[in-house]
């Protein structure tokens, strides 16, 4: 089952109701409650008594857009034949079969993390030049 990447805010969002928190203006979790507050019935609310209202807050969630990569399809052109066979290896072994090729198709984005390890795998099979993804968008990282 391919990814979901919300391009809005989840109705089943969890949200937190510290307003005074110093985070608060910069907090998905946070931004997230006045929204959901006015089109939900029920809210996913996170205890209250867990959250530290400062930067060391385990529930934080920075709303600045992540930067997603989506497909690679390029890159085997820039391979031998056994290099491919083992850089595809490498990710599915790491993605599983039919998670690599969607996103070797681009139907699922790679988040920051996935796409380092595409990179690592590139390097490994001793890819060295810079090779870019097919598309790259700037998404909010809801959940990743």
Not at 46 to 74: H, M
Not at 82 to 94: A, N
Not at 125 to 143: A, C, L, R, S
Request: charged fraction near 25%; charge should be positive; glycine fraction near 4%.
């Amino acid at each position: 089952m391919p990814k979901k990447t919300y391009r809005a805010l989840p109705t089943d969002y969890l949200v937190c109701q510290h307003t005074d928190c110093p985070m608060a203006a910069t907090c998905l979790h946070q931004i997230a409650y006045p929204k959901l507050l006015k089109s939900e019935t029920y809210l996913r609310l996170i205890n209250p008594k867990k959250c530290s209202k400062n930067r060391k807050c385990p529930f934080y969630r920075d709303s600045k857009p992540v930067t997603y990569a989506f497909g690679f399809t390029n890159f085997q052109k820039k391979m031998f034949p056994g290099q491919y066979q083992t850089f595809m290896c490498t990710l599915i072994g790491k993605f599983g079969r039919n998670a690599y090729f969607e996103r070797r198709r681009g139907e699922s984005p790679l988040s920051p993390k996935e796409q380092e390890i595409v990179l690592a795998a590139l390097r490994k099979v001793g890819i060295t030049e810079k090779i870019p993804f097919d598309k790259y968008d700037d998404i909010i990282n809801w959940y990743d």
